[in-house]
């Protein structure tokens, strides 16, 4: 059986046009993550690789492939919902469909850009797709363990068609002491900050709120 086209893929001359998007889209954060440690791009993948992206979360999650979310790392992991309410499936590198390569392949222009500006020694890729359910959060948080300095830098792919201010779900990064900074988990939108620099927190939704959340990793020691 011949597997049919998945829209997402392109012409030749839309995926150049779509290339020379992705490139502005990746300098943008750069410049943003360099100046001021956290970026938010709107568009940083097209609208057809979100909707294919939301398509394979629905499919694992009809599958069963969706787990509560813990806290913490091995013996000391739990599971509370209190702090954290999503459900969350890991992507395997080493078997991505077509949209999660497209994925891959963004996020790796990134990460060498990254690189290439701030020296930050970013070396690979993990990433778990995460539903919250209307009314969940995730509390007040450092994304970095207390035993590991892996992850250097955090990022979310929002994969939310329409989603207005008044679904709430809001991405808040603080920043410094008294600001903060509030991302619309609007489909397409790429939040990206260095991990141990800002506390941040999902507030509740009234709807069901889709992602992929990632982290670029270094190599120890730290
Ligand atoms: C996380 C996280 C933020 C978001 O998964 O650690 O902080 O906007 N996610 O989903
Ligand atoms: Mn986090």
Redesign the pocket.
């Known amino acids: 059986m011949t597997e049919a086209t998945p829209d997402y893929r392109m012409s030749d001359g839309a995926r150049d046009g779509a290339g020379a998007a992705l490139v502005r889209a990746v300098d943008r954060t750069c410049e943003d993550v360099a100046e001021r440690g956290f970026a938010v791009t709107p568009r940083f993948v097209s609208r057809r690789l979100v909707a294919a992206l939301a398509g394979e979360l629905r499919r694992r999650a009809a599958a069963g492939a969706f787990r509560p ?1 813990g806290i913490g790392r091995g013996a000391n992991r739990v599971e509370r919902n209190d702090i ?1 309410g ?1 459900r ?1 499936s890991w992507l395997d590198a080493h078997a991505l469909s077509a949209p999660e390569r497209s994925l891959w392949n963004a996020l790796e222009g990134l990460r060498s850009a990254l690189n290439a500006r701030m020296f930050l020694g970013l070396f690979s890729l993990e990433a ?1 797709y ?1 539903v ?1 359910p209307p009314g969940a959060f ?1 509390a007040r ?1 450092l ?1 970095r363990f207390r035993d590991d300095g892996a992850r250097v830098l ?1 990022w ?1 792919l ?1 994969l939310n068609e329409h989603w207005s201010p008044d679904d709430g ?3 808040r990064i603080h920043v410094g002491e008294s600001d903060a900074h509030d ?1 619309r ?1 609007e489909g397409g939108t790429l ?1 990206c900050f260095i991990a141990d620099r800002f506390e ?3 507030l509740p939704a009234k709807r069901e ?1 889709l ?1 992929i ?1 990632g982290w670029f990793r270094r190599r120890g020691p730290w």
Do not use: F, M, Q, T
Request: hydrophobic share 40%; no cysteine.
């Open positions: 979310a954290r999503d969350i778990h995460a919250y995730y948080h994304d955090s979310v929002y779900g809001a991405l991302v988990p939040a941040h927190e999902v709120r992602s959340a």
